[in-house]
């Protein structure tokens, strides 16, 4: 696990906090979750077809079923637990934030929506797998260690934990966080500069970052074993240094060759089975 970190560009003073987010307040406003952010159903289906929220939806559909039930965390918008719902799945979509379910639960009575926190867990029921799709990068390993601890008093026996790893740690992470963002960002100060604006540049702690290997001793530390793995939102981390508007071609080549290398992308798929998986 290490502490990652991007660079917040505004006008003026800029912003000021420079620590990674603690509470829902905090994660709603670097989110940018807010109610009525969609207006009618089709906004939020929409969003829920960017190319790698599709991508990541697909990989979901194979892991998840319609017989079981499913709890998902940091649902945030429910750009998957909607499709879910619609598709016939039993699922219900949560997070710490309530504004981002707002939108949800509004315009889509056959999702069911209510704020949780995995850390402060006061479900009564019981899920045959919860999905946990946008958490690791806010959790330290003893949170995460925890939250993993606490999904077993909410599965069913035989249950199984979805975990996406959305924030990956490897060589080429560490030189895009470490070098090629920096780097960018103090070019962006420097052309403002010469142009006669004024910017700020803030460098942010983000969350954290882990290894594949890491997930999977956290897994084994809390009692999970690891099922299948699966991919995707292929060459997602190059989104962070505009690759897909400087070099759209290049992008394109970098998301067919990350489809069979996983260096680039943003979600690698856990599953995680209890000891007596059904």
Known sequence: MRLAHDYVVASGDGPSRAERDRNPEEFAETMG?????????????????????????????????????????????????????????????????????????????ELTVRRFDVLAPDLQERFDDVLVAGLDFALDDDELRKALLNLRSVLEPGGRVIFVLRYHDNLATRLIDGLMRPAIAHAT????????????????EHGFRRRRSEVRRL??????????????????????IDLHRRLPALYRLA????????????????????????
């Open 189 to 204: 100060r420097v052309r403002a500069r010469l142009s006669g604006r004024r910017l700020a540049v803030l460098r942010r």
């Open 219 to 240: 897994a084994a530390e809390t009692g999970y074993r690891v099922g299948r793995v699966r991919h995707a939102a292929f060459a997602l981390e190059l989104e962070r």
């Open 33 to 109: 979750y807010r109610e009525g952010r969609f207006r009618t159903r089709e906004d939020l289906l929409e969003h829920a077809r960017t190319r790698w929220v599709a991508e990541l939806h697909d990989v979901l559909g194979e892991l998840l079923s319609r017989e079981r039930s499913i709890l998902s965390l940091g649902s945030g918008y429910c750009e998957h637990e909607v499709p879910f719902a619609l598709a016939g799945y039993r699922i219900v979509a949560t997070d710490i934030v309530e504004d981002a379910l707002a939108d949800a639960g509004r315009l889509f009575p």
């Open 255 to 278: 998301q067919r060759v990350d489809r069979r290398l996983a260096v680039f992308n943003s979600a690698t798929v856990f599953e995680l089975l209890t000891e007596n998986p059904r």
